[in-house]
């Protein structure tokens, strides 16, 4: 039996074609009712998701760059719900997808698809939870 996140992810790449990234987190979220509304206590089922899915046969072994977009895209904004902010991105960025970052309303950037990538290669020293928790200091 699938978990909520894992029906997420299945039907993930319906949706990644769409270049408008607060979309694509919207439309999931909608589609799924995954989390109570972009929480910190969520992140801790993407930690959870990481930690189950990293494996060669795990669901990450497969369209890894599209599901780490995705999660991000979730991450990205539930921070933005948690501490205020919006996107920024740079067009003219080759690797624009990897590089777009996430301004807290304190003036804090973070990078969420590079925090996912760094948790797909690190495991658990990256906490997607930490990562997000100590912005509400």
């Given at each position: 039996r699938n978990r909520p996140i894992e029906?997420?992810?299945?039907?993930?790449?319906?949706?990644?074609?769409?270049?408008?990234?607060?979309?694509?987190?919207?439309?999931?979220?909608?589609?799924?009712?995954?989390?109570?509304?972009?929480?910190?206590?969520s992140m801790k089922e993407i930690d959870r998701f990481f930690d189950e899915q990293?494996?060669?046969?795990?669901?990450?072994?497969?369209?890894?760059?599209?599901?780490?977009?995705?999660?991000?895209?979730?991450?990205?904004?539930?921070?933005?719900?948690?501490?205020?902010?919006?996107?920024?991105?740079?067009?003219?960025?080759p690797q624009g997808e990897i590089h777009i970052s996430v301004k807290l309303a304190d003036g804090t950037v973070i990078w969420?698809?590079?925090?996912c990538m760094k948790r797909y290669e690190h495991g658990s020293e990256e906490s997607i939870y930490a990562y997000l928790f100590v912005l509400n200091s």
């Open positions: 029906k997420l992810i299945l039907l993930m790449g319906q949706f990644l074609s769409d270049p408008r990234i607060v979309l694509v987190s919207h439309i999931f979220m909608q589609e799924i009712p995954l989390f109570p509304c972009y929480s910190l206590e990293s494996s060669e046969t795990g669901l990450l072994s497969k369209n890894r760059g599209e599901i780490l977009f995705g999660l991000a895209s979730y991450i990205g904004e539930s921070a933005i719900k948690l501490y205020g902010g919006e996107w920024n991105t740079d067009d003219s960025d969420p698809v590079i925090r």
